[in-house]
């Protein structure tokens, strides 16, 4: 009897002992995937300044190109999707739009991600900043790279251009074309998101009264009225800006 209890005792602290080990090992296996994930983190905000810088409230400025505009930073989770949002599916996928940040469905609400190359969507965000990279223009908001598809008359989700990845001030965009880049200088000291909503805002009407659009190629329109209409649009978005408190060079 007592040698029969001894076998058994051993065989349970054997058992035991494999079942600790085992725990451990998962214990230090969650412990290296967290230190990886804290490591990759860590990488991505020193890969990411100086462009961009977190504000008080966890919100991250998208100062690339002199973008200034904040946006919640990739991996955050919301409860539920802010007012005005656009459904988008792709890829069997279903992403959401809002004020340039996009959403992706996750198990405790949705998730800031970044939306796949290819997604098409009909406007751009509402605060963009245009580029010329490589000869072709390019929209920039949140990280994000749009380019204008005429046969499809929208936009298209696109690849960071060659050169679009090096930190801002490392190296700069080629200049748009002539009539369409000017310099517009805050008199009344306006933050950088009222900067950002005044320019938006004088464009789209400056658009509406020449019917000139600098963001689209040729400015959408007839060839032989792009120089003309060009003016007409430079002389609106100027007075509009000007009368809003600017300085426009």
Not at 53 to 63: A, E, I, T
């Amino acid at each position: 009897m007592k040698l029969k209890m001894n076998r058994t005792t051993r065989k349970w602290l054997v058992l035991s002992g494999l079942w600790v080990l085992a725990l451990a090992g998962i214990a230090s296996s969650f412990a290296e995937d967290r230190q990886r994930g804290d490591d990759h983190q860590r990488g991505d905000d020193r890969q990411r300044a100086p462009q961009f810088q977190r504000d008080g409230h966890g919100q991250v400025l998208d100062n690339r190109y002199n973008h200034g505009h904040y946006y919640p930073p990739r991996g955050q989770v919301i409860r539920a999707l802010p007012p005005g949002y656009r459904p988008y599916a792709f890829g069997g996928s279903r992403f959401y739009f809002n004020a340039g940040v996009w959403y992706a469905p996750g198990p405790y609400g949705f998730v800031v991600t970044r939306p796949p190359f290819g997604l098409f969507v009909t406007v751009l965000p509402p605060f963009y900043t245009t580029l010329w990279l490589g000869g072709a223009p390019y929209y920039y908001a949140d990280d994000v790279y749009y380019q204008w598809r005429p046969d499809m008359n929208g936009y298209v989700v696109a690849a960071p251009p060659p050169g679009a990845d090096q930190p801002a001030g490392d190296t700069p965009p080629a200049a748009a074309p002539p009539g369409d880049d000017f310099y517009v200088y805050p008199r009344n000291g306006q933050t950088a998101e009222q900067q950002a909503a005044d320019r938006y805002e004088c464009h789209a009407w400056s658009k509406g009264q020449t019917g000139f659009d600098p963001t689209q190629p040729g400015g959408a329109v007839p060839g032989n009225q792009a120089a003309s209409t060009r003016e007409q649009y430079q002389r609106a978005i100027t007075a509009c800006l000007e009368a809003r408190g600017y300085s426009v060079k």
